[in-house]
């Protein structure tokens, strides 16, 4: 009873002076919100760019050919090795380069009158590329590449997205005939849009790895991704992929290849965006410091203000705790409050900013209870000196003073 009375009575004093109480309480306000908001948009961030990494065919490892003019790429044997090794659940080479295409109005229905051509990437993949990669996305019109295709270099394309609404707009172009090259390829379907990391499949034209090689003269794949199963042990199965490495490019030298494990990399992302957000969480609890700052400077004026009022109290018998226990919960309500309206401030940022950035919006319970918990231990500690002062106060010399 004793204690609910005494917050009652704080409430009554801060609302004495609304004013000066809302802008003592920005400062906790302020930093609350910044450490908040900083924490929810760096998790947000860190958990979208790992479940696009993630979700590029599972757990992946690059292997690359460098510094070697020995081999310049992998013939589709050697693929097949990789592709044979266990753990293995294929392999997906990529090739890439500009080529033009034309549309004749012979050929093809599309928006544009008369002859169009148009310099656009052309994609050299497998059948591999989307059954993992672009699973997510499927196809929007017709079929994509198929084993066949690749297997029998045929002259089969599928136009990315953005492509062919440029293109085409809005009209299916499956069966018709585009030149790459001069070289008739049959348009045999449209992928859904592409989004998350790797979106340049939306603006380019996709053929067949192979007849990317033969037709088109764009050369071995020197590089392409293998995707381990996920029942499988990932640096057993890279120990498997760096062994065939050696066996097959043991010409090229011991710095000939790469195996670059995906996990490496998120490790790294995570490493990197955990230290760039303990850097601005700490730039914020800088400013959350301040506002604690503000609390106590807030507070002794109080005590200065109403040194008639400890004086009475005391003289009519109020012990230095019940004196002291007033002005800290007054402190604490403030810093409170202050915490309250910054969590909701930084959780209402951090979700607009998802909504402008296209991150996904992580909301975590112990974020915000761990920023309620600071903000409390700031009101304790800051308000803790005017409150031992208001306590050790003279009842005589403070009526004197009054």
């Known amino acids: 009873m004793f204690f609910l009375s005494t917050i009652r009575m704080s409430f009554s004093n801060l609302r004495a002076n609304a004013m000066r109480t809302f802008l003592t309480m920005l400062g906790v306000i302020i930093g609350i919100t910044s450490i908040l908001a900083l924490l929810t948009i760096g998790q947000g961030v860190t958990d979208s760019v790992i479940d696009q990494l993630s979700g590029l065919g599972g757990n992946r490892a690059t292997v690359t050919i460098h510094n070697t003019t020995v081999k310049p790429g992998f013939t589709d044997e050697e693929l097949e090795h990789f592709a044979r090794l266990e753990g293995v659940e294929g392999v997906a080479p990529q090739l890439s380069s500009y080529h033009i295409l034309t549309l004749m109005p012979e050929l093809t229905n599309s928006k544009y009158d008369g002859v169009y051509t148009i310099s656009r990437r052309v994609m050299g993949v497998n059948d591999f590329y989307f059954s993992t990669y672009t699973k997510n996305a499927g196809m929007m019109y017709g079929r994509s590449i198929s084993t066949d295709d690749v297997t029998y270099r045929t002259n089969v394309c599928v136009l990315g997205y953005d492509l062919w609404q440029r293109l085409y707009g809005n009209y299916s172009p499956v069966g018709e005939i585009i030149k790459i090259n001069n070289t008739d390829c049959t348009i045999i379907g449209v992928m859904n849009e592409l989004v998350g990391i790797d979106v340049t499949g939306n603006s380019s034209i996709i053929v067949p790895y192979t007849t990317a090689v033969q037709t088109f003269s764009m050369g071995l794949p020197d590089s392409f991704d293998v995707v381990i199963s996920t029942s499988s042990d990932s640096d057993e199965v890279i120990a498997r992929v760096e062994n065939l490495c050696a066996t097959l490019l043991n010409s090229a030298g011991d710095n000939g290849y790469s195996v670059v494990n995906q996990e490496e990399i998120l490790d790294m992302v995570v490493t990197i965006t955990d230290l760039v957000l303990g850097m601005l969480a700490g730039i914020a609890v800088i400013a959350l410091m301040v506002g604690g700052i503000g609390i ?107």
């Open 296 to 402: 106590m400077n807030m507070m002794l004026v109080t005590v200065s203000e109403r040194t008639a009022e400890i004086g009475l109290r005391k003289a009519l018998g109020a012990r230095p705790s019940v004196i002291l226990l007033q002005f800290l919960i007054e402190a604490v309500i403030i810093s409170l409050f202050g915490g309250i309206i910054g969590v909701l401030l930084g959780l209402g940022a951090s979700y607009i900013a998802s909504l402008l950035i296209g991150y996904t919006f992580s909301f975590n319970p112990m974020t915000v209870m761990l920023a309620l918990l600071f903000s409390l231990v700031v009101g304790v500690i800051f308000g803790l000196l005017p409150a031992r002062r208001a306590a050790k106060m003279n009842p005589i010399e403070a009526l004197r003073s009054a």
